[in-house]
């Protein structure tokens, strides 16, 4: 179903289904429950993170899940940041805040894009919109904090 790449990091690329040659992490277990999320490098060398809506991320009015929504805006930070993280470095979201814009619905392409607004150091700062069919769902920030893994 996939195979390491170069220049994600950890991410594998997709060999099967509507996100072939996307790229996607497959060592977060809640995150691939959840999504499974994807995201690709643009020509511009920006990042595009989406994933297709389903019934299963849909709350009991038949919208997506505010939690859905700032899970895959949780994946999105990093994705938008991964210039700034090098492989194999460990990071965490230090912050993650959100304002929820409009609703989604099952079967929608949801996609994030972004910019990082301060990095170069152990704090990587990110915002970013989230779409549903095009249409803005959340706007999102967030601070991503570097660190070293001890053993």
């Not at 499974?36 to 297709?52: H, I, K, N, T, V």
């Not at 996609?111 to 301060?118: D, I, L, S």
Request: with cysteine; hydrophobic share 35%; aromatic share 12%.
């Amino acid at each position: 179903m996939s195979e390491q790449d170069e220049g994600y990091g950890s991410a594998v690329v997709c060999t099967e289904g509507e996100f072939v040659g996307w790229h996607h992490w497959d060592h977060d277990p809640y995150e691939s429950r959840s999504g499974p999320f994807f995201m690709r490098r643009e020509d511009d060398g920006s990042y595009l993170s989406a994933f297709r809506a389903e019934d299963r991320h849909m709350n009991g009015g038949g919208f997506m899940h505010g939690g859905c929504l700032l899970t895959f805006a949780d994946f999105a930070l990093f994705a938008i940041a991964n210039d700034e993280l090098k492989s194999g470095e460990h990071a965490v979201t230090m912050n993650l805040s959100g304002d929820f814009l409009g609703a989604v619905q099952s079967g929608a392409l949801v996609e994030a894009r972004g910019e990082v607004t301060r990095g170069g150091g152990k704090t990587i700062f990110v915002r970013g919109l989230v779409t549903g069919d095009g249409k803005p769902a959340l706007s999102f920030t967030g601070i991503i904090r570097k660190f070293s893994k001890k053993a």
